[in-house]
């Protein structure tokens, strides 16, 4: 790219949209959060979590965690889950990035 050129990704994020490879929670579980106001977010990478996914974010919930930041570096072994969890977690508690070849 030229340098002060835009790209897609950057341009996603100046207009208040998110980038095409995050997603978040489109789901009603919220976060609990602790009456004592700390909050604390979780930044992981993760693959091949099959069926644990869910169980492995709703202990995350249970104890208070403000927000989960999955990263996955190979997507495809873990769709069915990823989709599952989107599906489960509300927006304010969930947010994903799919590793893309680009």
């Known amino acids: 790219p ?8 950057d341009r996603a994020l100046m207009v208040g949209e998110d980038p095409p490879y995050l997603a978040r929670g489109r ?3 919220a976060p609990l959060l602790p009456a004592d106001g700390v909050r604390v977010a979780v930044v992981s990478t993760l693959r091949d979590m099959g069926g644990q996914l869910l ?3 709703e202990w995350y919930r249970i104890i208070g965690v403000a927000h989960l930041f999955l990263y996955f570096d190979d997507p495809g072994h873990d769709e069915a889950a990823i ?3 989107m599906g489960a977690y509300a927006a304010e ?3 994903v990035v799919r590793h893309t070849e680009a």
Do not use: I
């Not at 030229?2 to 990704?9: L, P």
């Open 2 to 9: 030229v340098v002060g050129e835009v790209g897609e990704r």
């Open 27 to 29: 789901g009603a579980l």
């Open 55 to 57: 169980a492995w974010a």
């Open 83 to 85: 989709e599952e969890a």
């Open 93 to 95: 508690f969930l947010s």
